[in-house]
C-alpha cells in the first residue's frame, strides 16, 4: 500500500524550535506594498524542462521592467554561457532605475566569475547563498555549523573586494554595489544560527542605513503552516542588530500550497521585500505568485507599484517563455477566473453590473461592490464581453447577457425565461458551451430578428419563409383605431382587418380575425436602441394565443417606437406558426 496508514512513522511535525508568545503581527494589517524582485529568469528559470533562450529572457525582462519592476534576477551567470551573456546584454540594456541581480553559490571561483559577468553595470545585486538547516549540512555538505558560517562570511568578503571595494577596476568604481545573502533553507533552521550567520555576513558586508544589506530568508521548501513562517520572521526582524541597515527579504516556495499566505502573514511580521515569480513559476510547486501578491493588495485599495493593466499581454510573453500554460482558474489573471457559467452567479454578476453602472452615471462614484467578482476586470484589460459564459448550467441572466452586450437588447424578464429554455435545450444537445456567436443567432432565429443590412443574416432570410410586415394604414374612428395591415412572406400575401384603442390592439384583433383564434397581447416594453440622433427602438410583446398556456414571445426592430411593437407583433404570428398554433 503506497499510502501509510500510520504516515506518523515517516513524517513528523514540523519543529519550529521557536517560542514566540508575544509575537505582534497577528494585529497588523498590509497597507503598502514591500520592494518587488522578480526571479522568473533565475528561479523561474532554472525549474523549467526547456530553459529561456536569450531573446525569450530579453522579451521577458522587457515585459518585467514595462510592470514596473525595479529588481530583477536576471540570471546565475556561473551556470551556463547564455546566462553570463544575458548579463552581460542586462548590463548594456537595462534602464538606470532598474537593478540587476544575479545568484551564485558560495564558491570562490565561481563568485568571480559572477561578478565579471557586471562588470560596467549601473546598479547591480550581488546574491549569494548557502544552506544552514542542519540537514543540508548533514547530508549535502558534511559541514559543521561553524564551517558554514566561516564559508559565508569569507564569500561575503570576496564579493566586497571584488565590488563596492574594487579600487583596481575603473569600471567596477561605477557601478551602485548591492549585496544579499540568502541563508537558504532557513525556514528549516534554528533561528539561533540563522540570525548568527547573518550577523556576521553582515559585519563582513558593513552596510549603512542608505546602503542596506538584503537578508533573503528563504523557505526554500514550505514546510509549515504560514504562521509559522510569520514567526520566523518575526524573530529575525526583532533580534538583528541595526536593523535599520538591513532589508528583510521573503523568498516563499509553495510546496504546501500556502506561499501566498505565508508572503502576506510574514510582511506583517516586518518583511520588506518580496521575490517571487509571475504566476507562481519556480522549483517544483514554484515560487510564490508576485501577481497574486500584488493584485490582493490593489482589491485592498493599496496601489502594489506593479501594472497589470493588460494582463493578456503579460500571460502571453510568460507562456511564451516559460512555454508552461498559465493555469485558467490563476487567481486574478487565469482566463476562467473572471467567467461565471452558472445560473446564479450569472444573474448575481447581471444585476450587480447594472446597479454599478446605474451608481456611476449617477453619482460618478466608481467605489466597487459586484457579487461574485473582487476586482473589474476593466482594471486588468479584461472585457466584460469575456465574463458570463453560457453552457447547461446557466440560466436567463447568462444568455439575456450576452444579447444585451451584442444586440443592446434589454429583454424583459419573461423573454429572458422564454429564450433561456431554447439555449439550455441547444447547449445540453451540444454537450458543451455555447459561443457568443452561435447565441446571438439562435436568438435572432427563434425571434425573427433579422436584419436585411447584414449579409449573413440575408441569405437566412431568403431561405425562410415568414411575414413581415409589408404595408398598413391606420384611421381613427371616434378613440378607436382601425386597421389595414399588409402582411407579406416569400409565398403569400395576407390583408388584415380589425381595430382597438391603438394601433398594436388593432393589429392584434385583426390578426385574431383573420386566423379565428385570439391573439392578446399580454406583455409589451420598448426602450431605444443607440444613443444617437438615428437610434432605432426596439419593441417585445407576449401574447397568450386562443386557450394556449404558453406565452408566445416576439420582438421587432424599426426607426418608430410604434412600428417597433408592431414588427413584434407580427414575430409572434411567425413564431406560433413554426410552433403549429396556427396554421398559416
Ligand atoms: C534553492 C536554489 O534555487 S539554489 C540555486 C540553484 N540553481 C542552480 O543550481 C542552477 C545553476 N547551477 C549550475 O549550473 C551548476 O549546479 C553549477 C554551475 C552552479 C555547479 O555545477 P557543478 O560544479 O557541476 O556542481 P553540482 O551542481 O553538480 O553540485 C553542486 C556542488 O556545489 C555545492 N554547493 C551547492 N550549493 C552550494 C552553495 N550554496 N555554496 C557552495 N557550494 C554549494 C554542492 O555541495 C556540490 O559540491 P560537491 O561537488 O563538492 O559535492
Ligand atoms: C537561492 C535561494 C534564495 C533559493 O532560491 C531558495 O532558497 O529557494
Redesign the pocket.
Known amino acids: 500500500m503506497p499510502m501509510l496508514k500510520d504516515p506518523s512513522i515517516k513524517y513528523k511535525p514540523f519543529d519550529p524550535k521557536l517560542t514566540l508568545d508575544d509575537r505582534q503581527w497577528p494585529s497588523k494589517s498590509l497597507t503598502k506594498a514591500p520592494r518587488w524582485l522578480s526571479t522568473d529568469l533565475r ?1 523561474g528559470n ?1 525549474s523549467l524542462p526547456d530553459p529561456m533562450s536569450i531573446p525569450e529572457k530579453k522579451l521577458y525582462f522587457q515585459e518585467l521592467v514595462k510592470i514596473g519592476f525595479k529588481e530583477i534576477e536576471v540570471a ?1 551567470p ?3 554561457q547564455t546566462d553570463f551573456d544575458f548579463t552581460r546584454w542586462c548590463v548594456e540594456n537595462a534602464p538606470e532605475d532598474v537593478s540587476i541581480q544575479v ?1 551564485s ?3 570562490p571561483d ?1 563568485i568571480r566569475r559572477t561578478i565579471e559577468a557586471l562588470k560596467g553595470a549601473k546598479k547591480a545585486t550581488v546574491h549569494i ?3 544552514t538547516s542542519a540537514c543540508f549540512r548533514n547530508v ?2 558534511g559541514m559543521t555549523p561553524e564551517e558554514t558560517l566561516q ?1 559565508a562570511t569569507e564569500c561575503t568578503a570576496l564579493v566586497r573586494s571584488l565590488t563596492k571595494d574594487n579600487s583596481q577596476d575603473e569600471a567596477f568604481k561605477k557601478t551602485h554595489w548591492d549585496f544579499e545573502f540568502s541563508p ?1 533553507t532557513f525556514s528549516d533552521t534554528t533561528p539561533e544560527f540563522a540570525l548568527e550567520v547573518c550577523e556576521s555576513v553582515k559585519t563582513a558586508w558593513n552596510p549603512s542605513a542608505e546602503n542596506p544589506i538584503i537578508f533573503n530568508l ?1 523557505a ?1 521548501v514550505e514546510m509549515a503552516t504560514p504562521n509559522v513562517y510569520a514567526d520566523q520572521i518575526e524573530y529575525f526582524s526583532r533580534h538583528i542588530s541595526h536593523r535599520e541597515t538591513v532589508c528583510i527579504s521573503l523568498h516563499p516556495h509553495n510546496d504546501r500550497g500556502c506561499a501566498v499566505a505565508a508572503a502576506e502573514l510574514a510582511q506583517l511580521a516586518g518583511a520588506d521585500r518580496v521575490e517571487g515569480c509571475l504566476f507562481g513559476n519556480g ?1 517544483r510547486t514554484g515560487n510564490v505568485d508576485l501577481v497574486t501578491l500584488a493584485l490582493n493588495l490593489y482589491t485592498q485599495g493599496y496601489y502594489p507599484n506593479l501594472d497589470f493593466s493588460d494582463m493578456s499581454k503579460v500571460i502571453e510573453v510568460v507562456e511564451k517563455c516559460n512555454k508552461i500554460p498559465v493555469h485558467p482558474r490563476a487567481p486574478y489573471g487565469g482566463q476562467l477566473v473572471v467567467c461565471a457559467f452558472s445560473g446564479s452567479h450569472q444573474d448575481a454578476i447581471k444585476k450587480g453590473f447594472k446597479k454599478y453602472e446605474e451608481q456611476v452615471n449617477s453619482t460618478g462614484d466608481i467605489s466597487w461592490t459586484m457579487p461574485y467578482l473582487p476586482l473589474d476586470p476593466k482594471d486588468i484589460g479584461r472585457t466584460y464581453e469575456a465574463i458570463i459564459r453560457v453552457n447547461s448550467q446557466s440560466g436567463k441572466g447568462g444568455a439575456s447577457w450576452i444579447i444585451l452586450r451584442n444586440l443592446e437588447l434589454d429583454l424583459p424578464r419573461g423573454l429572458q425565461v422564454d429564450f433561456s429554455g431554447r439555449v439550455q435545450v441547444e447547449s445540453e444537445w451540444k454537450g458543451r458551451e455555447l459561443k457568443t456567436k452561435e447565441i446571438v443567432d439562435l436568438f435572432k432565429d427563434k425571434y425573427f430578428l433579422y436584419d436585411v443590412q447584414d449579409e449573413a443574416d440575408n441569405e437566412t432570410v431568403a431561405m425562410l419563409d415568414f411575414f413581415h410586415l409589408k404595408d398598413y394604414t391606420l384611421t381613427n374612428e371616434g378613440k378607436n383605431r382601425s386597421i389595414v395591415a399588409l402582411l407579406s412572406s416569400k409565398s403569400q400575401e395576407l390583408e388584415l382587418k380589425g381595430s382597438g384603442n391603438g394601433p398594436i390592439s388593432a393589429l392584434a384583433n385583426a390578426m385574431s380575425n383573420y386566423f379565428g383564434i385570439t391573439f392578446d397581447v399580454v406583455h409589451y416594453n420598448e426602450h431605444s436602441l443607440g444613443k444617437d440622433s438615428n437610434s432605432k427602438a426596439v419593441g417585445y410583446i407576449g401574447v397568450r394565443v386562443g386557450s394556449h398556456e404558453r406565452i408566445i414571445w416576439g420582438v421587432g426592430v424599426d426607426e418608430d417606437v410604434t412600428e417597433a411593437g408592431m414588427v413584434a407583433l407580427v414575430n409572434t404570428l411567425n413564431g406560433c406558426i413554426r410552433d403549429k398554433l396556427v396554421r398559416a
Request: glycine share 0%; proline share 10%; aromatic share 14%.
Open positions: 528561479d532554472q546565475f556561473s551556470a551556463s545568484l553559490p558560495c564558491r565561481l547563498y548557502l544552506a549535502v555538505f564559508k537558504e528563504p526554500t522549483e
